[in-house]
């Protein structure tokens, strides 16, 4: 993990060290087969050192091809199975601190190789020394000494069989060469509960429409009551200014009465 980022190994079927490693694996059966002919008739023996390699070799050879790219951490399942066929042939070297020695490193690559494609160790490289590193320690140490040996020369079977070992190292090797990594960044909200937003009153419609009705008549009362009382000033007030009452008074006289008052003066 990075930063609580999550970090995947992949691998691609057409890629170099993919198609490298299909091929070691492949002539580590091959050499394996042949370098443990005739030796079947043990059945502990056929199990734990033909059976057992030969099928930790298929299925990573499947594994790789098929869930490379989706999911690299099944190929763990054959690399543990790889791992504890190297153990159980650990135990019949006749140096104890090499049977100690190659176990510790037996072990490490099943807790590097499960870090590395689970995501808890976020580079491939410590793999490629891993794997690197005991393939030049085989071929410039042991096997240069194995040849220079000219007393016990290397029987056939025996040069076999150490054959398939490097494929299966050189194999490794290239895998994890292979690997390419991505990095899936961690949403910072993850995990959080979702905000809810404040409660928002709602009021029936119905009530609404019935509030202006009732404004609205109201309003309609008030304008009905200011028409009634300005007709009723304008009935009593005429046209010049005086009364209604007076105005009728002086209409009802006539206009003989106030000519007459004026010609009897």
Known sequence: MMGGNRVKLYTERNSFGVQAMVILLSLSIVFRIIGCWGLWADRNYLMLQIVLPVFSALLLIVSVMLLGKRALWVSFIPVLLGAVFFIIKSLGFESMLHTILCIILYVAVIVLYFCTVFGILPTKWVLVILFGLPFLYHIFIEDLAALRDTENPVSFAAGMQEMGVLCIMLGLFFLSLSM?????????????????KGPK??????????????IAGDNQAESSEWVNAVSSVSNTVDTSGRPAKEYDSANSAGPGEGEGDGTHE
């Open 180 to 196: 390419k990594k991505t990095v899936t960044v961690k949403d910072p909200t993850a995990g959080e509960l979702p905000k809810i």
């Open 201 to 214: 009153v709602l009021f029936p419609k119905k009530k609404e429409d019935s509030g202006e009705v009732q």
